[in-house]
């Protein structure tokens, strides 16, 4: 920790402790030089459009799925439902399961089209007849039967998405990636000589409002974790208020120890107000978050999930506390590819609620 005065942000008058966050590396600072979509050629990177550049000149170009009918249109009417038969998005999207490194990157308009069948309730209950054990179900038919207040809550926020895209469709690109660290990778921690990173830490904001950084998603091991049904806490909220989050619940695996989820893209519609049981739907909101040459918002968001420690004093345990180091490095590690645009990471207690976590252990963790 850089030191343990106290210091005063004269910019925006509020307190903190360590450096400051000006000297946190921020991506709009230097953004990731991406290879054009037509230049890739992972076999683990699906995409579900063709080929598109960013052109900030013209931000309502949108881009066209790779795949698509072209003597269907979209309507809507008093006998018709937009989106859920929606032209752009006649294939399905590629899961992204346990083990690989795979990606997929499609339009905020074939998202809308998935999420409008979610809330149809029109995806399978089974798989080939057995109900799946590692992926969650997609459909909304949960969340739309009576519960609490807060599920109510999350509803507002869920069907103001839907508004705002009826009225005017966004025009992005997003992209889902599951990374699974090989076991070569693992670093030899009793030889390592890095030293701890600079932090930064206050108390006076959310992690979704530290725009530019890599911002944590404290997941479940199923992605959404309870954001379905009754839950909403830190995942439950964040996927809520940024609703094309949701796709990840259709597309990932559950997560192993050594596993992760990279949501890019995702835009904020809500603002909120509240957490858990007091949480409450506030404004519509409008996400200015600039955008890569991919066309995607520079919101970068890591589903990272921590051990439920039933017994806390698990976790002092050599084995407990390498699980969470080698689950943290999975998350942060820098790519060769992203070494010259690294940036920071927004995050706050892992785990530390309902998951008992020790606060200062993770701290060190991170």
Same mark, same amino acid.
């Given at each position: 920790m850089a030191d343990?005065?106290?210091?005063? $942000?004269?910019?925006?008058?509020? +307190?903190? @402790?360590?450096?400051?966050?000006?000297? +946190?590396? $921020?991506?709009?600072?230097?953004?990731?030089?991406?290879?054009?979509?037509?230049?890739? @050629?992972?076999?683990?990177?699906?995409?579900?459009?063709?080929?598109?550049?960013?052109?900030?000149?013209?931000?309502n170009r949108e881009p066209e799925p790779i795949h698509g009918v072209g003597n269907y249109w979209d309507i809507w009417n008093d006998d018709h439902v937009r989106l859920p038969c929606s032209p752009c998005n006649v294939t399905p999207p590629p899961l992204l399961r346990i083990e690989t490194n795979r990606s997929v990157t499609m339009s905020q308009r074939q998202a809308a089209s998935l999420l409008a069948c979610a809330f149809f309730c029109l995806f399978? @209950?089974?798989?080939?007849?057995?109900?799946?054990?590692?992926?969650?179900? #997609?459909? #909304?038919?949960?969340?739309? /039967?009576?519960?609490?207040?807060?599920?109510?809550?999350k509803l507002k926020c869920i069907l103001h998405? #839907? !508004?705002?895209?009826?009225?005017?469709?966004?025009?992005?690109?997003?992209?889902f !990636?599951?990374?699974?660290?090989?076991?070569v990778w693992k670093p030899n921690w009793i030889e390592s000589h890095a030293p701890l990173c600079k932090i930064h830490l206050r108390k006076d904001t959310t992690i979704e409002d530290?725009?530019?950084?890599? /911002?944590?998603?404290?997941? $479940?091991?199923?992605?959404?974790?309870?954001?379905?049904?009754?839950?909403? *806490?830190?995942?439950? +909220?964040?996927?809520?208020?940024?609703t094309e989050m949701l796709i990840s619940v259709l597309v990932c695996e559950v997560m192993l120890p050594n596993e992760c989820i990279f949501l890019i893209g995702c835009e904020q519609y809500t603002?909120?107000?509240?957490?858990?049981?007091?949480?409450?739907?506030?404004? $519509? #909101?409008?996400?200015?978050?600039?955008?890569?040459?991919?066309?995607?918002?520079?919101?970068?968001? *890591?589903?990272?999930?921590?051990i439920n420690y039933l017994n806390p004093l698990d976790q002092y345990t050599i084995e407990c506390m390498s699980?969470?180091? +080698?689950?943290?490095?999975t998350c942060f590690r820098i790519p060769k590819s992203m070494e010259k645009s690294m940036f920071g990471i927004a995050t706050g207690n892992w785990g530390c609620?309902?998951?008992?976590?020790?606060?200062?252990?993770?701290?060190?963790?991170y």
């Amino acid at each position: 920790m850089a030191d343990g005065q106290l210091k005063i $942000n004269e910019t925006v008058d509020k +307190i903190f @402790h360590g450096v400051s966050l000006t000297d +946190i590396p $921020n991506l709009f600072q230097t953004p990731p030089t991406l290879k054009d979509m037509q230049d890739m @050629h992972d076999v683990g990177h699906t995409f579900m459009i063709k080929p598109f550049k960013y052109d900030p000149s013209n931000p309502n170009r949108e881009p066209e799925p790779i795949h698509g009918v072209g003597n269907y249109w979209d309507i809507w009417n008093d006998d018709h439902v937009r989106l859920p038969c929606s032209p752009c998005n006649v294939t399905p999207p590629p899961l992204l399961r346990i083990e690989t490194n795979r990606s997929v990157t499609m339009s905020q308009r074939q998202a809308a089209s998935l999420l409008a069948c979610a809330f149809f309730c029109l995806f399978p @209950h089974q798989f080939n007849g057995q109900t799946s054990q590692t992926y969650q179900s #997609f459909n #909304f038919i949960h969340l739309l /039967q009576s519960g609490s207040p807060w599920k109510l809550e999350k509803l507002k926020c869920i069907l103001h998405y #839907f !508004r705002r895209i009826s009225e005017d469709m966004s025009k992005g690109v997003l992209t889902f !990636r599951r990374f699974a660290l090989p076991a070569v990778w693992k670093p030899n921690w009793i030889e390592s000589h890095a030293p701890l990173c600079k932090i930064h830490l206050r108390k006076d904001t959310t992690i979704e409002d530290m725009y530019g950084l890599l /911002q944590v998603d404290f997941a $479940n091991e199923f992605i959404g974790g309870g954001v379905m049904n009754e839950g909403i *806490v830190q995942e439950e +909220i964040r996927f809520t208020i940024c609703t094309e989050m949701l796709i990840s619940v259709l597309v990932c695996e559950v997560m192993l120890p050594n596993e992760c989820i990279f949501l890019i893209g995702c835009e904020q519609y809500t603002t909120y107000s509240g957490y858990a049981t007091t949480f409450k739907a506030k404004d $519509n #909101f409008f996400d200015k978050t600039p955008k890569d040459s991919w066309g995607r918002k520079l919101s970068h968001v *890591v589903a990272m999930d921590a051990i439920n420690y039933l017994n806390p004093l698990d976790q002092y345990t050599i084995e407990c506390m390498s699980r969470e180091l +080698i689950k943290a490095y999975t998350c942060f590690r820098i790519p060769k590819s992203m070494e010259k645009s690294m940036f920071g990471i927004a995050t706050g207690n892992w785990g530390c609620g309902a998951f008992n976590g020790d606060r200062q252990l993770k701290g060190m963790n991170y």
